[in-house]
């Protein structure tokens, strides 16, 4: 099945002489969640400004659904939703009206019965008459989201979409993600609560300075770049590692009260038990042991990390 969204060599260099995108070359797949990560200024929002036809590209091609954004824009457009980061819309307006004005724009013709599952679905249904100049972030928030759904996208751009909002919001906006799913919305999001993304994603890209770093299978990535630790408790401390222990991928912790073991859980060999018996052949004691796994925020800081320290060496 072909992707959904297509990106080829995608570059965007403002008038400032600031490239915001060096080549980027990404493939969506239909149907799915994908978390696109990246720290503040890494490019994600130029990117989905570009797809959405908000920014030109300065080099490049994109299609989304088929259509290319620039050639066949109006098509393009027409299949994709997007969630911004900015509460802009206009204030006097009554919900209903700006919602119904957002499906219009897209030449459709009306459809009171979609409008009003899009406002039940997210709990705007009683705000239908109230101005937005009277409703909370919250809920400015959900108008964003219905005024985005309002023409019945293929593909839906959430830029942040939970920043700045309560716990129940964010719980009702992955429950409404997850149900669009399954109705086949392809769903693009970027966030800064990695955890959102470890839950709901079924793919990552990690960008940083414009250049994309990394996309993976969410439980591939995890499992490539996750370590998994296994921490021992000793009765006494230790020093320092006793030669026997040489060449292990071990550490001393917490002033010598703990000895960290990391290993490949995916490994035939975790190697666990040939350490557990060289302790009891050094006579080593320990009083407790846990094991622990890398979260995808710490995976993501990593990539980052040395995405960057790359950069910086090419450009000394």
């Given at each position: 099945m072909p992707p959904i969204i297509s990106v080829q060599n995608l570059t965007k260099t403002y008038a400032s002489g600031f490239q915001a995108l060096k080549g980027i070359d990404l493939e969506i797949r239909r149907g799915e969640i994908f978390a696109l990560l990246g720290p503040n200024g890494a490019g994600k929002t130029t990117l989905i400004s570009v797809i959405c036809g908000i920014v030109n590209a300065s080099s490049g091609t994109v299609t989304a659904d088929g259509h290319d954004i620039v050639r066949d824009y109006r098509a393009a457009r027409g299949k994709i939703g997007l969630v911004p980061q900015e509460l802009s819309t206009d204030a006097f307006e009554s919900v209903w009206a700006t919602v119904r004005f957002s499906r219009g724009l897209f030449g459709k013709p009306p459809n009171p019965a979609h409008l009003e599952k899009v406002l039940r679905d997210l709990s705007l249904w009683d705000k239908r008459d109230s101005k937005i100049l009277a409703l909370s972030g919250g809920m400015k928030r959900r108008v964003l989201i219905a005024k985005a759904l309002a023409h019945e996208p293929r593909i839906l751009f959430l830029d942040e979409p939970t920043a700045g909002v309560d716990v129940e919001l964010r719980h009702d906006m992955w429950q409404m993600v997850r149900g669009l799913r399954e109705q086949g919305v392809t769903i693009i999001l970027t966030t800064h609560y990695i955890e959102e993304a470890e839950e709901m994603a079924d793919r990552?890209?990690?960008?940083?300075?414009?250049?994309?770093?990394?996309?993976?299978?969410?439980?591939?990535?995890?499992?490539?770049?996750?370590?998994?630790?296994?921490?021992?408790?000793?009765?006494?401390?230790?020093?320092?590692?006793?030669?026997?222990?040489?060449?292990?991928?071990?550490?001393?912790?917490?002033?010598?009260?703990?000895?960290?073991?990391?290993?490949?859980?995916?490994?035939?060999?975790?190697?666990?038990?040939?350490?557990?018996?060289?302790?009891?052949?050094?006579?080593?004691?320990?009083?407790?042991?846990?094991?622990?796994?890398?979260?995808?925020?710490?995976?993501?800081?990593?990539?980052?990390?040395?995405?960057?320290?790359?950069?910086?060496?090419?450009?000394?």
């Open positions: 990552i890209g990690v960008i940083n300075h414009g250049e994309l770093v990394l996309v993976e299978d969410k439980h591939v990535l995890m499992r490539k770049l996750g370590k998994k630790q296994l921490t021992l408790v000793l009765q006494e401390p230790l020093a320092h590692l006793p030669e026997g222990l040489a060449g292990l991928p071990l550490e001393l912790a917490g002033d010598g009260s703990a000895l960290v073991y990391t290993f490949d859980a995916q490994g035939e060999a975790t190697g666990i038990a040939p350490l557990l018996r060289q302790l009891n052949a050094l006579g080593i004691d320990f009083k407790d042991l846990h094991s622990s796994e890398s979260s995808l925020e710490e995976i993501f800081v990593s990539l980052v990390h040395s995405s960057t320290s790359r950069g910086q060496g090419a450009g000394a």
